[in-house]
DNA sequence: GTGGTCTAGACCACA
DNA sequence: GTGGTCTAGACCACC
């Protein structure tokens, strides 16, 4: 399996965060299962041109969550899955930065029809990168 | 009219962009309108407790997104959104918001039809607000 | 590469201005290019003896100009000048701000054709320094 | 005569600022001659809807330029006009200002030619507002 | 090491 | 009264 995590340099999300956060939902979701070896950190900090203290941030981090456990010499392991719910606290949190952006859309003279029709437009490209990633997946693991 | 911006001290958010984000949806919602004086910086930093300079430094994102003008000497004052132009550089930095949020949507396990939905859901309630405050401005000017 | 920097502080030109012009017709002239790492701003506000908030704001100012990009934690970079775009609110400042200086000019008395001449020859000026600055950069370079 | 002093609002220029430029360039030039009575403050700062005081503040320092004299009760009088001549100092800062553009231009991805043109335009408009109001003044006064 | 934010308090220019 | 600038110094987050 290839590596799936995407950072990008411009946004305010901390890179560190963006690995925890594509890492942590991945489990979540079961694209990696229990007990599972995650990438060395070396390794992917390489891959992603980053700094591998960062790397070892996010690592950190999610072991505090409980989510995986490095063995030193061995490597870094996916614990046990525990079943994540959608809360009402991360729509809260997406709802409050939908409507920054809704308000922004309007100052600049956007109207709302336009608005969403460009939002649904992001959606849709993310959804064909998606499924576009996959489909080289399969080929690679054939 | 009191003061409805509201800041927590505790968020992530910082506090100057909290100001910001409050703002700039009260002009987009039309609850302040062009021309209009917004409160003194030493006044609404004295009334949030907060440090003149963090006011100070809210107006002036503000300013630079075109929203605001500051005359020295005799205050702030919300444009006439006649001004505003759409360029493409403000659109590619809504884009790109956008896509971080649609991106933090599916790791959250939403699907692309319920997000897009979502979103819609948010500018219809936007919009429903200002047409709501408009009626109150005709029949207050009635 | 020494620091060409040179703040007067007698002038009425604020100093952070000062800082932003600077850099600003140094990145025009070619004097820095693209991917170049600007000076920390701790480091420059010690060289400079000022405070490094007044670096602080010049370097923020340059950002929303699009001139550079701040990364935390590692630094501050030139940006590609091919990322910039020539949208109508930035020509509608240039133009306010050629306004000013021609009324300024017919009031000291210059007509019209001289002014014209006058621009015309700081414009060759500039780019007379950017080619050499070029063919210094090629004949490094091999 | 009618009243030919232009402020602008958006100008970086504080606007007492502007009426002393204006009105000391008009006397250099001779288009106020010695003796001539000028606008009495209030009624020059109805004109210009500003405060009176930014007037008195004007009309405070040509009366400190040795420019003006005001006498209490009977108005405000132009001085012996001394010859002014257009110095160095004035060239040089025109020039530094002119740079300024040409870098912020040439940041914006405008070429040199279409920057001198962009130029050239604003000095031709300026010269025909100029025509135009010289035109209607004939008229007013015939 | 880097930049980001905030405070406290000062002085100035402008209307 | 208004905003504009600058300093000194602090604490934090990120790489």
Do not use: C, H
């Not at 799936?4 to 979701?29: C, H, R």
């Not at 694209?31 to 996010?58: C, D, W, Y």
């Not at 030193?72 to 409050?96: M, Q």
């Amino acid at each position: 399996m290839a590596l799936w995590i995407q950072i990008s340099a411009g946004s305010n999300e901390p890179i560190y965060m963006q690995i925890v956060s594509q890492i942590s939902e991945a489990i979540a979701k079961g694209e990696i299962s229990a007990g599972q070896k995650l990438p060395a950190m070396r390794k992917l900090a390489a891959e992603l041109v980053i700094n591998p203290n960062t790397v070892a941030r996010a690592y950190s981090e999610l072991e505090q969550a409980g989510l995986i456990t490095t063995k030193t010499g061995s490597g870094t392991f996916v614990n046990d899955p525990k079943l994540r719910t959608i809360d009402a606290a991360n729509i809260n949190i997406l709802a409050e930065r939908m409507d920054s952006i809704v308000a922004r859309g309007i100052n600049l003279g956007i109207n709302a029809s336009d608005l969403a029709a460009m939002f649904r437009g992001r959606v849709d490209s993310f959804i064909n990168k998606s499924q576009k990633r996959e489909k080289e997946n399969e080929r690679d693991s054939t």
